[in-house]
């Protein structure tokens, strides 16, 4: 016998608890949680002294940078494909004239190009009822 296990069978069948945590974790977390304030205090203290390490430290946790923010932009009402694709020529715009980054540029022309592929989808079904209502009639 090679000492190794069948496949598919496990040398533990029940296996670790669930909701178990690795001991090291556990003993790491209870440190944390009685220390917790004295570091928090030290840290203050020595960003008020002018550690500028301590100061960004402190700072990127109580206001980490955003994901997004809000983006004003004057597009025009989507009611066609027409009128989305003219919203992505001043996205366009916008990022060339420096209103827009392109990462929210970018975000905001693939919101208009799906509601072009939705306007497409709308047409395709509609084509597809006419179709399906001539084969019906004799």
């Given at each position: 016998m090679s000492g190794k296990f069948k496949p598919g069978t496990s040398?533990?069948?029940?296996?670790?608890?669930?909701?178990?945590?690795?001991?090291?974790?556990?003993e790491l977390d209870a440190l944390a949680e009685q220390t917790a304030p004295y570091?928090?205090?030290?840290?203050?203290?020595?960003?008020?002294?002018?550690?500028?390490?301590?100061?960004?430290?402190?700072?990127?946790?109580l206001w980490p940078a955003r994901k997004g923010r809000p983006v004003r932009i004057n597009l025009p009402t989507v009611e066609t494909a027409a009128d989305a694709a003219n919203g992505i020529n001043r996205v366009i715009a916008a990022i060339a004239e420096?209103?827009?980054?392109?990462e929210e540029g970018a975000a905001l022309a693939g919101i208009?190009?799906?509601?072009?592929?939705?306007?497409?989808l709308l047409e395709h079904e509609a084509r597809l009822a006419k179709l399906e209502q001539r084969e019906e009639q004799p």
């Open positions: 040398g533990n069948p029940k296996g670790r608890p669930k909701g178990s945590r690795n001991k090291v974790s556990v570091v928090l205090k030290a840290a203050i203290k020595s960003a008020l002294a002018g550690d500028v390490a301590a100061q960004k430290l402190i700072l990127e946790r420096g209103e827009l980054s392109p208009l190009e799906r509601r072009i592929q939705h306007f497409e």
